[in-house]
């Protein structure tokens, strides 16, 4: 059986189906099953890779991923059959390898980009307007995986003259078929979230457990806040204000504006590149690029008074007769003593421009 | 006339592109450059927090994130009046360089390298080494499968693609060996950087991290296994290339355009600014041993075959962005920014004919001439300056690490001012790149940026000069309307970067018209 699939020896394969496992979550037990639903299939599940108003940063992060690696994912896992930042083919020859695949139906569709709803001619491939493509190819597909900030709820374009929505908007709205649709919405997209969704759906062959917004609760059931490497020094009230200083370095950037007392999202944990580091562990802050109300709700990025006018009565509640409180005394406690705290929700939503 | 043919889209670059070109006896006789997606970030940063615009803006772009959050950065220095410490001036040249190894490795291995190889000739590889006979088990797996993509379908090569299978099998082991290394060099910058792509730590005023021992450490030893792939495999492949099996092509000179070279320069050396490791330069008419002085003042745009409101060439900081979609004339999103009215190539070639670089004009006197092949030369070339000046960097950092009072941040400076305005000139790994802000009631009254595919991909302008990739194409020759392999070399070659190339959408005006050619 190993055999005939793909052309990588056992070992490396084995290696494959243990590196997939970490990433679900999984234990070691999960192996010989991955092993199975992966090596077993007669041909590799086909994949269309559409790109609207999109960076490509997604594709770059997607790329990003080392155990499995990209080229374990691309020529032994799947059958990447469309995908512009990455195909040998161009024009005609491309656009024919798309319209083919989607004539044989049953692929996965993974979803870059945003859909502009200002005009559907803000984003043309081919002379046809994205989302006609977009929906041709959903039509046909298993399961559509948007991924990034801009294919899951619209992120930045969604603020911009041309209005970029998400997949599941164009679901709602009736310009694309609706179809079961996975949301991987972090800007861009963690390499191991769409990994560990391309391999869980061959494995079961359905959509993971997934929250209100369509995220699988597997990478996005946590608030970062409660799981920060930083939460022991909120809860002392120790706040970073001088970035230069060696002693603040591990610092809550509670006060530079960080978006973790709202946001969903495994990155304490999973962190990224590879584990490298992640936005709070270099001292920038968590944006929130992985809720819907991104970006425009989470805007000013870097400003510290206005956010805790809307923070989850949940979340705060429990600091502000602790340490926290004497932390932040002086910067907030005004608004929470004039009853601004436990508005629910983030900031303030200004998305639909 | 002659036959017209379009190629879209034109893969393997970052955004939407759309070529068209007029044939006449095999050879390109005309060309038209069009950008195909707009999304217009400019006008959704007005009315928000400036210190935004350097985290917004990396998303211009997911290919060269940082150099946007570094000139934007740079931009909102200048209006913030922030004085970056040498240690945060250090921390952004070294995210920003790490930028470059991954960058350049990806677009010659994986963006372009498809164009120059006959992938199917590893089928023939006789030789015994065990690690290319793995890829060619690989390869010849997913024939038997009945499956290659995404390797092919592809256009068919021609008398220009290499077929030797020991040098396309050892190309191919490259390029999976560089899916690795480019993890790598994005990893490096993430260390610093907070994550990649898409970098955190970059802010106005500095940086957000002062990085640790550890860091620096884990930093030292990735950067020295990167270097290793550009210097052991990344360098001798483009120069094994370059002066072998592609010297007919470099040597014919296919894809030279109009021979103007223009660089900002980039890497700040000290805290003036003023001296940088890239240097400054313009090179007009092909005359390339004789830089001229860059002065901003001579950069212009010219709107008159985009589909914006008809005016004068002026410089950026007094353009504006309203729209005439009924412009018959029009056909692109795309301006055309001119230097003393002349179209300029931007990017590694400009750089390394600026800065005069030997290697460069050892090629070109054996016989190299300026395009396509001169350009991936010059692209590594540079790669290898920059992985060796990395080094350089570093020492100096942890040298001032040591030192009592190090600083990665300007504090002070650090909340919007009420009013005030400033520009961020960088080089970007596809060129030059600037950033302008106005700062109003400490929002963002308006926001400006000219990016390198701007100059590149631009269309005509008022007289009538084509913009470079269209220059690019003229006499290139396509034997084979079916098969325009060349087109896309010739424009891969300065490796596209469409989705910041094109400009701000008017909130009152949504259409657009189709590109059309009669």
């Not at chain 1, 970035?243 to 990224?272: I, M, Q, V």
């Not at chain 2, 070294?94 to 590893?122: G, K, Q």
């Not at chain 2, 901003?296 to 409101?309: D, G, I």
């Not at chain 2, 050892?362 to 540079?382: D, F, N, S, T, Y």
Request: hydrophobic share 40%.
């Amino acid at each position: 059986m190993l055999r005939s699939f793909r052309n990588i020896n056992r070992r490396d394969f084995l290696k494959f189906c243990a590196g997939t496992a970490t990433i679900l979550g999984l234990s070691e037990a999960a192996v010989p099953r991955i092993a199975r639903a992966v090596g077993d299939a007669a041909k590799k599940p086909p994949v269309i890779w559409l790109e609207g108003q999109d960076c490509a940063g997604c594709t770059i992060s997607f790329i990003n991923t080392s155990n499995p690696g990209t080229a374990e994912i691309v020529l032994d896992t799947i059958s990447l059959r469309y995908h512009e930042t990455l195909m040998a083919a161009s024009g005609y020859v491309a656009e024919k390898a798309l319209h083919d695949t989607i004539a044989e139906g049953g692929y996965v569709l993974i979803v870059e980009g945003s859909i502009p709803k200002a005009d559907e001619r803000f984003v043309q491939i081919a002379d046809v307007p994205f989302v006609k493509t977009l929906n041709k190819a959903a039509a046909n597909a298993a399961v559509v995986i948007a991924i990034g900030a801009c294919a899951t709820y619209g992120g930045i374009p969604r603020g911009t003259p041309s209005n970029g929505q998400g997949v599941g908007w164009a679901m709602e709205n009736g310009l694309v078929p609706k179809k079961p649709l996975i949301n991987l919405s972090t800007c861009p997209v963690h390499p191991e979230h769409l990994v560990g969704t391309i391999v869980y759906y061959l494995l079961f062959a359905k959509a993971p457990p997934m929250d209100s917004v369509a995220r699988p609760l597997m990478f996005f059931d946590k608030l970062i806040h409660d799981n920060c490497e930083r939460r022991g020094r909120f809860d002392n009230g120790e706040f970073l204000e001088d970035w230069n200083s060696f002693e603040e370095r591990n610092s809550c950037l509670f006060l530079k504006g960080c978006k973790g007392p709202w946001t969903y999202a495994d990155c304490p944990t999973r962190r990224w590149n590879d584990g490298l580091n992640w936005c709070i562990g270099c001292g920038a802050g968590c944006q929130g690029c992985s809720q819907p109300e991104f970006y425009t709700g989470m805007s000013p990025l870097y400003a510290k008074t206005k956010d805790i006018a809307g923070m989850r009565i949940e979340t705060i509640g429990a600091l502000l007769a602790g340490a926290t409180a004497v932390g932040l005394a002086g910067h907030f406690i005004g608004q929470a003593a004039t009853g601004r705290l436990g508005k629910g929700g983030p900031p303030e939503e200004g998305g639909e421009s | 006339m002659g036959k017209r043919i379009t190629v879209d889209p034109i893969t393997r670059i970052e955004g939407h592109l759309k070529i068209e070109v007029e044939l006449e006896n095999g050879k390109v006789k005309d060309a038209w450059s069009s950008g195909t997606m707009a999304r217009g970030f400019e006008a959704l940063l007005t009315g928000k927090d400036p210190r935004d615009a350097s985290w917004v803006t990396s998303r211009f772009c997911g290919v060269c994130f940082s150099v946007h959050t570094m000139a934007s950065a740079a931009a909102l220095d200048e209006a913030f009046g922030a004085q970056v410490p040498e240690g945060g001036r250090i921390l952004r040249n070294l995210i920003m360089a790490s930028e470059y190894l991954y960058d350049h490795i990806i677009h010659f291995y994986h963006l372009t390298a498809l164009d120059y190889l006959d992938i199917m000739a590893i089928a023939n590889y006789k030789g015994k080494d065990p690690e290319l006979l793995a890829v060619k088990d690989k390869i010849v797996g997913l024939v038997k499968r009945g499956d290659t993509y995404p390797l092919t379908p592809r256009y068919e090569p021609d008398d220009f693609s290499v077929a030797d299978p020991d040098i396309v099998i050892m190309a191919v082991k490259h390029y999976l060996d560089a899916l690795k290394v480019q993890v790598t060099a994005k990893n490096m910058g993430a260390i610093l950087g907070g994550r990649a792509p898409h970098f955190q730590s970059i802010v106005v005023g500095g940086v957000t991290q002062v990085p640790s021992a550890e860091q620096l450490g884990r930093f030292k030893s990735m950067l020295a296994e990167v270097t290793a792939f550009i210097k052991d495999v990344y360098m001798k492949d483009v120069l094994l290339f370059g002066t072998g099996p592609l010297f007919p092509l470099a040597k014919l000179g296919i894809g030279g355009g109009h021979l103007n070279y223009l660089c900002y320069g980039s890497f700040p050396e000290d805290a003036s600014g003023k001296n940088l490791f890239f240097k400054p330069g313009v090179i007009k008419n092909g005359n390339i041993p004789k830089p001229e002085k860059f002065d901003q003042q001579k950069v212009t745009e010219s709107v008159k075959h985009a589909w914006y409101r008809d005016k004068d060439p002026v410089h950026p900081y007094d353009g504006e962005q309203v729209f005439d979609l009924d412009k018959s004339d029009a056909y692109s999103f795309v301006k055309a920014p001119r230097y003393d009215g002349m179209p300029m190539e931007v990017g590694p070639l400009a750089r390394m004919f600026v800065m005069q670089e030997p290697n460069l004009m050892g090629l070109v006197k054996k016989g190299v001439k300026p395009g396509a092949v001169a350009r991936h030369a010059a692209r590594m070339l540079e790669t290898v300056l920059l992985a060796d000046q990395m080094q350089v960097w570093l020492a100096q950092l942890i040298d001032l690490m040591g030192k009592p009072g190090f600083r990665v941040h300007d504090t002070d400076n650090y909340e919007p001012p009420s009013s005030g305005q400033g520009s961020g000139y960088y080089e970007a790994p596809r060129g030059a790149l600037g950033h302008w802000i106005k700062i109003k009631d400490k929002k963002i009254e308006n926001y400006q940026a000219v990016v390198p595919s701007t100059w590149n991909a631009s269309p005509r302008d008022e007289k009538g000069q084509r913009g470079q990739y269209e220059e690019s194409l003229i006499g290139t020759p396509v034997p084979d309307p079916e098969n325009p392999i060349n087109i896309v070399r010739v424009i891969r070659s300065f490796d596209p970067c469409l989705a910041c190339a094109v400009h701000i959408i008017h909130p009152g005006t949504n259409e657009i018209l189709k590109f059309r050619i009669e």
